[in-house]
């Protein structure tokens, strides 16, 4: 069956200190992978996608990875800040009409000031 | 800025109970769903609308669930028969077309007593 692994324990770094969060799925090819944040008790929000025939997608601080032979996507913050605390989930995306996601548990990131 | 809606924001209800969970998706999206997250544990996929009707369904979505788009903006997920182990988060999420990230409401957290 489908899996979806992210780093489970939860990473706590310095502020100003780049962030690196670990995605790695298995038994399945998605066409799309999306990184979501989530702040406790709240829905998640969107970050970036990212399509197969890409290898890598920046959004300000932000800087997704795809390997599909690895089948793992890495997901970078740099210069983070503690107002990135949050935890961050791993969705894949399948084709088709459906578009719904499958979710990694997520990994949670402590700044620290 | 557009956003989805979600009420109540938490319903407490005594097992075997019917509940109707509401979501407003933003205006011009098309692709609608709801998803479950159990307290601790990953985000589910519950169910896609599409065009009014069910584009697919998860086995958590079985014959207890069902969903509705009565008037063209509201986007209900009913429970008939509610069970502990429905007591959740429950997330409604939008999308305006392929090639897009969705868009997720709060939340409506679900207690069943």
């Known amino acids: 069956s489908q899996k979806i692994e992210q780093n489970s324990e939860a990473l706590n770094i310095q502020e100003g200190k780049t962030a690196t969060l670990t995605c790695n799925y298995t038994n399945y090819s998605p066409a799309y992978l999306q990184w979501y944040r989530q702040d406790p008790g709240r829905g998640p929000v969107f970050l970036l996608l990212i399509r197969e025939n890409e290898k890598e997608k920046r959004k300000e601080r932000l800087k997704v990875t795809f390997d599909t032979t690895l089948k793992q996507s890495l997901f970078h913050i740099t210069a983070s800040q503690p107002a990135d605390s949050a935890t961050y989930l791993c969705a894949l995306d399948g084709a088709g009409n459906n578009r719904k996601l499958i979710w990694g548990l997520g990994t949670s990131l402590a700044v620290n000031p | 800025e557009p956003e989805v809606t979600q009420t109540p924001s938490h319903q407490v209800t005594q097992m075997g109970q019917e509940v109707i969970l509401r979501c407003v998706p933003i205006s011009n999206h098309l692709y609608f769903y709801w998803y479950r997250q159990i307290l601790g544990q990953k985000v589910e996929f519950l169910v896609s609308?599409?065009?009014?009707?069910?584009?697919?369904k998860s086995e958590i979505f079985d014959d207890q669930f069902s969903v509705e788009r009565p008037d063209g903006s509201n986007f209900t997920l009913k429970i008939r028969s509610t069970k502990l182990e429905d007591s959740a988060m429950y997330f409604c999420?939008?999308?305006?077309?392929?090639?897009?990230?969705?868009?997720f409401g709060p939340g409506t957290r679900l207690t069943v007593l």
């Open positions: 609308f599409y065009n009014n009707e069910i584009s697919e």
């Open positions: 999420a939008s999308i305006v077309a392929h090639d897009n990230e969705q868009f």
